[in-house]
């Protein structure tokens, strides 16, 4: 004889097992709902092709920050990291966002207090994100996915405005790709 307990667990596991129970005249009856299909996002601007670093040389880096002493600590094809001791430890980084959103990096800048300012770099969207300090970044679409340029002066007085500067090593990145 079955216990009360174990008849209800049956029975549940029977219902489960049933699709909980509905008939096919049940299913018939209910409206159905389509999911939409996804399609990937078209890119807005067309891909750039960037070598290592941005295809941008040590001197024309050194050049565009004036930054004495900038020196590459990290080299890829993906990111690219300078850096000078004797700045005070200024740096620059060069990364290469493939397939992902520039809105996304855009987003996060201004949450955490960056002002943001929209720049066009012969054609290629992005914006300039400043910080309290004297350090900014820049990001410009490139096919589904964008550049991005980060300089920070650290103790060192920028020759100018940290976002002018950043946005020259993104139009000499963009420059460059041609």
């Not at 018939?28 to 941008?56: I, R």
């Not at 020196?71 to 200024?90: L, Y």
């Not at 960056?114 to 290629?124: K, L, P, S, Y």
């Not at 996915?145 to 002066?153: A, D, I, K, Q, R």
Request: aromatic share 8%; with cysteine.
């Amino acid at each position: 004889m079955w216990k009360r307990g174990t008849r209800i667990g049956a029975c549940v596991l029977v219902v489960a097992a049933a699709g909980c129970g509905h008939s096919t005249d049940d299913a018939a009856q209910q409206p159905t709902t389509q999911q939409p299909t996804t399609q990937p996002p078209t890119p807005s601007t067309e891909e750039l092709f960037v070598g290592e670093c941005g295809s941008m040389t040590d001197e024309q880096l050194g050049s565009i920050t004036a930054v004495p002493g900038l020196a590459a600590v990290s080299k890829n094809g993906i990111r690219c990291r300078w850096e000078s001791a004797a700045s005070g430890g200024a740096y620059a980084m060069f990364t290469w966002y493939r397939g992902s959103p520039i809105d996304r990096e855009r987003t996060v800048a201004g949450r955490i207090g960056r002002e943001i300012t929209a720049i066009d770099v012969d054609g290629h969207p992005g914006f300039t994100a400043k910080g309290f300090d004297a350090s900014c970044e820049a990001g410009i679409e490139s096919g589904d996915g964008f550049l991005h340029w980060s300089l920070n002066y650290v103790y060192m007085t920028p020759p100018r405005d940290s976002c002018a500067v950043v946005e020259d090593l993104a139009r000499a990145t963009v420059e460059n790709a041609k």
